[in-house]
């Protein structure tokens, strides 16, 4: 029978993620089958799998953990948000419609059908689903068709372990008052707790972990130390998006509003002798610069006046002149070209913009959307990439037939004629080690070799060492219940 567990959190950004990848790798080093599932995302940094869908990209690494090919059943609902009051809703893998938080509040219930279909699907024949809420079960406003955190947990009959953050402070009233809080019927599904991001000797809490046990009556399955190496996996909230001081190479990249699929800085953050800077709005784009990077963005329009209106345009066109070198990927590609054409309003209103004017290409919006996975080959070394589109326009202009990346299908990049400014829709291109030490040695910026997918395996196991020192695996493990089919 399978057994289910679901890792809550006190509020937003305790390392739930993080847990339930560490959780799902030691559970599979002890020879348990396991999946992750996460009812309802909201990110948009996503990852595309191999039945030609979108999910959270923490779905993604923790089917990873679990030695599983990511699939759209992890994750059923995400939500992809494209302005501060509405979102792109993604259903089992492909976009279902775009909604004010408003709508979605009074429509999310008629999605758990769809949410427990994926969930009975992916616990068959497995041994073990690891589930991951969102935000917080605290949020008890939230609670009427809730099917994130305790509605779902109700319409699956699963218990609960509650994660709290002691890092940002107050984790026993965080602890408490979630217990307090909550309605009987959803306090009694919370059957442990744990203590995470502790920095220093963990002994100093144990008086804490006894006063949230007095109060809950939950069990305590240990208190969790900071994980230095966490950085090195891959990230999925924006929040997380951070400069990585490494070696003297210098990649810029200007911290768009709506950023997405920002998983391409990882590769090039891991390397050593890679310095990954990330520039604020109100700061200008530094003049030493080996790379600037424009990553993906959710509205690629509303982003590009937000770099136009921090002064980064000229900043770049500086950077270009003295030689430097310039790489947009998806959304940060369509911005490097003359124009973008919405005609549709796919964006919002319907508009036409001018472009950076850096590539001899225009982009034209539309509702079709290309999701899937692409391998291609880096023409100047030959070398492979392979990597994932997810993206809506077509870039069509003379600068595509500077080709810098080759498809048997279809063109997904342009150059100028010099080479120095170049666009592609591949995300996740970095992670090819070949390609990553060729294009970067081709920008005269030579970095050393580095395995980027055998190191995130290695941090894989070192999490799940890591927890298996300091939570009581054995205990969380026990407290898994069967899953109703």
Not at 451 to 456: K, L, Q, T
Request: some cysteine; proline content about 5%.
């Amino acid at each position: 029978m399978t057994k289910a567990i679901m890792i809550q959190g006190a509020g937003s950004n305790v390392g739930k993620s993080m847990l339930v990848a560490g959780i799902a790798r030691a559970a599979t080093r002890r020879g348990l089958s396991v999946a992750p599932f996460k009812p309802q995302n909201m990110s948009n940094n996503a990852a595309v799998t191999t039945d030609g869908g979108e999910i959270g990209r923490a779905q993604a690494l923790q089917a990873r953990a679990c030695g599983l090919e990511p699939h759209t059943d992890m994750n059923p609902v995400l939500l992809k948000p494209e302005t501060d009051v509405g979102a792109q809703v993604i259903v089992q893998g492909k976009r279902f419609a775009t909604m004010k938080a408003r709508e979605y509040g009074t429509r999310k219930a008629d999605l758990i059908p769809k949410v427990m279909e994926s969930y009975r699907r992916l616990a068959a024949g497995m041994d073990l689903i690891v589930i991951e809420g969102a935000g917080s079960p605290a949020e008890v406003n939230l609670r009427a068709g809730d099917i994130a955190n305790m509605g779902f947990a109700e319409a699956a009959d699963c218990p609960v372990v509650l994660v709290g953050d002691i890092d940002r402070g107050g984790v026993i009233a965080q602890m408490v008052g979630t217990d307090v809080i909550l309605p009987p019927e959803d306090r009694a599904r919370i059957k442990g707790f744990t203590i995470n991001k502790f920095r220093g000797d963990t002994t100093l809490f144990a008086e804490g972990m006894v006063a949230i046990t007095d109060h809950t009556s939950w069990v305590p399955l240990g208190i969790v130390p900071w994980f230095a190496d966490a950085w090195k996996l891959p990230a999925e909230d924006v929040m997380d998006v951070a400069s990585r001081k490494g070696g003297a190479i210098k990649v810029v990249v200007p911290r768009l509003n709506r950023i997405a699929n920002f998983d391409d800085l990882d590769p090039l953050a891991a390397q050593p002798d890679v310095t990954v800077e990330i520039i604020e709005a109100g700061r200008p784009l530094p003049g030493d610069a080996d790379l600037v990077l424009i990553p993906g963005s959710k509205s690629t329009i509303a982003d590009l006046a937000h770099f136009r209106a921090q002064g980064w345009d000229i900043d770049l066109l500086a950077h270009v002149r003295r030689g430097g070198h310039v790489l947009g990927i998806c959304g940060g590609y369509q911005m490097l070209g003359r124009e973008i054409a919405d005609p549709d309003g796919i964006e919002g209103a319907a508009t036409r913009v001018r472009g950076l004017g850096l590539l001899d290409v225009t982009t034209v919006m539309s509702a079709q959307k290309t999701v899937t996975q692409t391998s291609a080959t880096f023409d100047a070394t030959g070398d492979p990439v392979a990597g994932y589109e997810i993206h809506i326009g077509e870039t069509t202009g003379p600068d595509c037939a500077n080709s810098w990346l080759t498809t048997q299908a279809r063109q997904i990049g342009a150059a100028n004629p010099n080479g120095r400014v170049r666009g592609c829709y591949l995300h996740g291109l970095f992670t090819s080690d070949a390609f990553r030490g060729a294009f970067m040695a081709g920008i005269g910026a030579p970095i050393q070799s580095m395995e980027y997918d055998a190191d995130v395996d290695a941090t894989l196991d070192a999490l799940a060492d890591h927890l298996e020192q300091h939570m009581d695996l054995d205990r969380l493990l026990s407290l898994a219940a069967d899953v109703p089919f």
